[in-house]
T-cell receptor
Framework: DAGVTQSPTHLIKTRGQQVTLRCSPKSGHDTVSWYQQALGQGPQFIFQ???????QRGNFPDRFSGHQYPNYSSELNVNALLLGDSALYLC?????????????FGAGSRLTVL | GQSLEQPSEVTAVEGAIVQINCTYQTSGFYGLSWYQQHDGGAPTFLSY????GLEETGRFSSFLSRSDSYGYLLLQELQMKDSASYFC?????????????FGTGTRLTVIP
């Protein structure tokens, strides 16, 4: 049973560019959240998707947007990249109801902005 | 604002016991989770406490005191593979644990 898969694993962009990161949740999970983890820090909540809608959002600007598809996979888009956007972007999934307290994380997409 | 405090680094000897503390100050509280993250790896779930008391899962135990806004993770019979970063995280919203507020992590080094 594949867990959470993310792509790409690494990417390099320049300031002002746009990036799209992709996530496939664990089988049986319908809720997807995205986190940003700067080097040496804990993950910071960006937003959560459920039933193809953004359900909650953390303290991130509108440059960060997302989408969830009917198959529960999700995308994170970041526009007008800044140097400070360099980080590990983690996708996490969970089911609704029983087990909702347990997040399964992917290995992340490491974004470097030059 | 919201804050979680945990020690930045802890070193312990193989076979020993180590306790990692976490104190929190958040606008909402629905539970305390612990996650382990090896260098270059994904965070993996260890435990979740919604109520006061001790939860035991194998070599790992987690404790919560809601009145003290405090919890800890206890690792027993330390093994070299336990060297990793450990994060406490608070569920701040009743709608689900996905909206977790994480601490900055404790880097545990297990030495022979």
């Amino acid at each position: 049973d594949a867990g959470v898969t993310q792509s790409p694993t690494h990417l390099i962009k320049t300031r002002g560019q746009q990036v799209t990161l992709r996530c496939s949740p664990k089988s049986g999970h319908d809720t997807v959240s995205w986190y940003q983890q700067a080097l040496g820090q804990g993950p910071q909540f960006i937003f959560q998707y459920y039933e193809e809608e953004e359900r909650q959002r953390g303290n991130f600007p509108d440059r960060f947007s997302g989408h969830q598809y009917p198959n529960y996979s999700s995308e994170l888009n970041v526009n007008a990249l800044l140097l400070g956007d360099s980080a590990l972007y983690l996708c996490a999934s969970s089911p609704q109801g029983f087990g909702a307290n347990v997040l399964t994380f992917g290995a992340g997409s490491r974004l470097t902005v030059l | 604002g919201q804050s979680l405090e945990q020690p930045s680094e802890v070193t312990a000897v193989e076979g020993a016991i180590v306790q990692i503390n976490c104190t929190y100050q958040t606008s909402g509280f629905y539970g305390l989770s612990w996650y382990q993250q090896h260098d270059g790896g994904a965070p993996t779930f260890l435990s979740y406490n919604a109520l006061d008391g001790l939860e035991e899962t194998g070599r790992f135990s987690s404790f919560l005191s809601r009145s003290d806004s405090y919890g800890y993770l206890l690792l027993q019979e330390l093994q070299m593979k336990d060297s990793a970063s450990y994060f406490c995280a608070v569920s701040v919203d009743q709608t689900g644990a996905n909206n977790l507020f994480f601490g900055t992590g404790t880097r545990l080094t297990v030495i022979p």
